[in-house]
């Protein structure tokens, strides 16, 4: 398993009914490509976050497929329109098979 | 064998040509066009309803944003040609993800057109593509 993996996730706390937020994700993560050799010249296996599900109250609100030309720790920004009060959920799956959550709270007024 | 500078030298190369190159191959990778081609299948391919904004250079191809915009978009999906891995990413919309836009940061193993693809409700494929001038590769 990874070490150190650390979530970020960056919403309002508060938008009004029918407003588009922006939601920003983090995840501190190494994402080991496959491809680099080691001092041995020997492959070091992949090891990447290869999903991210991002969902509000079970509703998807998107999908993420990673492959290993993402950046370590990989970010992504992106909308979602929200008409009523409820809760992110936030999903990373790790090749690996550990898989890293989050929530974050939204009050729609 | 008399161990001279010169056989060494030539042992030394066919070593390297002997075990280096298969060290180096690695497993088959789809190409670009490939992957390019799973994902338009047989739908029209249009070159509007989509933008890529990417840097046109950047020192460090470990870290390169791109943001993709496609209004009304199901799916896109974004290509590295010149990358070991083709694709990069690709992300499927829900119904709340109203402006179907995203950022993230991508590697970039040295200059190219990078394309972006998106997939909308009509059946058509948006295609568009970006270069990108890259200084350092961020693959290694």
Request: charged share 20%; glycine share 8%.
């Amino acid at each position: 398993m990874a070490t150190g993996v650390k979530t970020r996730i960056k919403l309002p706390d508060t938008a009004g009914a029918g407003d588009v937020i922006t939601i920003k994700t983090q995840i501190t993560h190494q994402m080991e490509t496959g491809l680099r050799l080691d001092s041995a010249g020997v492959p070091l296996p992949r090891s990447i976050i290869h999903r991210l599900h991002c969902t509000f109250d079970g509703e998807a609100v998107g999908v993420v497929e990673l492959r290993p030309g993402i950046s370590a720790s990989p970010f992504f920004e992106f909308d979602a329109q929200v008409t009523r009060s409820g809760v992110f959920q936030f999903a990373w799956h790790d090749d690996d098979g550990a898989v890293y959550t989050a929530v974050k709270a939204i009050s729609v007024t | 064998m008399r161990l001279t500078r010169r056989t060494m030298m030539i042992t030394a190369c066919a070593t390297w040509a002997g075990i280096g190159l298969p060290a180096r191959a690695q497993p088959a990778e789809p190409d670009a066009d490939e992957v390019i081609a799973a994902f338009i299948g047989d739908a029209p391919v249009r070159s509007d309803g989509i933008t890529l904004d990417l840097p046109e250079s950047v020192e460090d191809g470990y870290r390169v944003r791109a943001e993709i915009d496609a209004p009304g978009a199901e799916e896109i999906m974004l290509i590295a040609p010149a990358n070991p891995v083709k694709a990069v990413v690709s992300v499927q919309f829900g119904a709340m993800a109203v402006t179907h836009r995203v950022a993230t940061r991508i590697r970039l193993a040295g200059p190219q057109q990078v394309v972006a693809l998106a997939r909308m409700p009509d059946g058509t494929v948006c295609r568009t593509t970006q270069h990108t001038d890259v200084l350092i590769g961020g693959c290694g």
